[in-house]
Nanobody
Framework: QVQLVESGGGLVQPGGSLRLSCTAS????????MGWYRQAPGKKRELVARITSTGFTNYADSVKGRFTISRDNAKKIMYLEMNSLKPEDTAVYYC??????????WGQGTQVTVSS
């Protein structure tokens, strides 16, 4: 079992920055892949970024060059550094651990609102 808890969301002006954190706990030795998803009102949940335990990353085109995903394997924390935020980045951001044919692990989500 893996429990995921996000933090760091909030209200920020356009052009501002935020850093989200996802802390993992539970009975596991390592997590091969972790990711951030987001869901805006009335829209489907979408992948924002993903990172492997060896540091390989991939990003949605909409956030490339603005967001940076990272992780501290020893502390079991994943981060999402978000810069140059836009109103369209407003969403609930979720931490994710994929499990193939089983149900993924999800955090409870943290709200990010970009507005002046």
């Amino acid at each position: 079992q893996v429990q995921l808890v996000e933090s760091g969301g909030g209200l920020v002006q356009p052009g501002g920055s935020l850093r989200l954190s996802c802390t993992a706990s539970g009975s596991f030795s390592s997590i091969p892949v972790m990711g951030w998803y987001r869901q805006a009102p009335g829209k489907k949940r979408e992948l924002v970024a993903r990172i492997t335990s060896t540091g390989f990353t991939n990003y949605a085109d909409s956030v490339k060059g603005r967001f940076t995903i990272s992780r501290d394997n020893a502390k079991k924390i994943m981060y999402l550094e978000m810069n140059s935020l836009k109103p369209e980045d407003t969403a609930v951001y979720y931490c994710n651990v994929p499990r193939g044919n089983l149900n993924d692990y999800w955090g409870q989500g943290t709200q990010v609102t970009v507005s002046s």
